[in-house]
């Protein structure tokens, strides 16, 4: 017995999460996704993991690269999220970010948390790639994060 997309999609739902945009750069040219599927993974070394849509460039890009940012959005940054789940070709229309101090990866102004990762690993994860990244470089903001829950946007009560 399998289960079908829509029942798995409508369980995932169901767990509340942070709310993530992933970045690279390609020839001095960034890249970035809104990405759901993020976690820590070690303390020592330092492990982060995201899953990446197989037919994105992004994900070929970081396989190139060997290095990605993640950037862990705050409760003011819904429109972020949204414009970079877009399929729009400039997703980083309008959006200021800086380039990060350890590896000159995009990093989005106001993110709660910033990420500059080195490609640790690469496996193989159905339809994406999950890539495990050490971070070398943390950025630190204070704000209230964005949440998603049930296919929506939420922050804390």
Not at 42 to 68: C, H, K, M, Q, Y
């Amino acid at each position: 017995m399998s289960i079908t997309q829509d029942r798995f999609r409508q369980a995932l739902g169901r767990f509340a999460s942070g709310v993530t945009v992933v970045t690279t750069h390609e020839a001095g040219v960034p890249l970035g996704l809104t990405v759901s599927s993020f976690a820590s993974l070690s303390l020592d070394p330092p492990l982060v993991l995201v899953a990446i849509d197989r037919r994105v460039r992004a994900n070929v890009v970081i396989g190139e690269t060997g290095a990605f940012a993640v950037n862990i959005l705050t409760a003011a940054q819904e429109s972020l999220s949204r414009q970079f789940a877009t399929r729009e070709i400039d997703r980083f229309a309008g959006v200021t970010w800086q380039p990060g101090a350890a590896l000159g990866l995009p990093l989005l102004d106001g993110a709660l948390a910033q990420l500059e990762c080195r490609l640790h690993q690469t496996l193989p994860g159905g339809d994406h790639t999950i890539f495990v990244g050490e971070v070398v470089a943390a950025e630190l903001g204070d704000a209230a994060p964005l949440l998603y829950f049930r296919s929506a946007y939420r922050g804390l009560a």
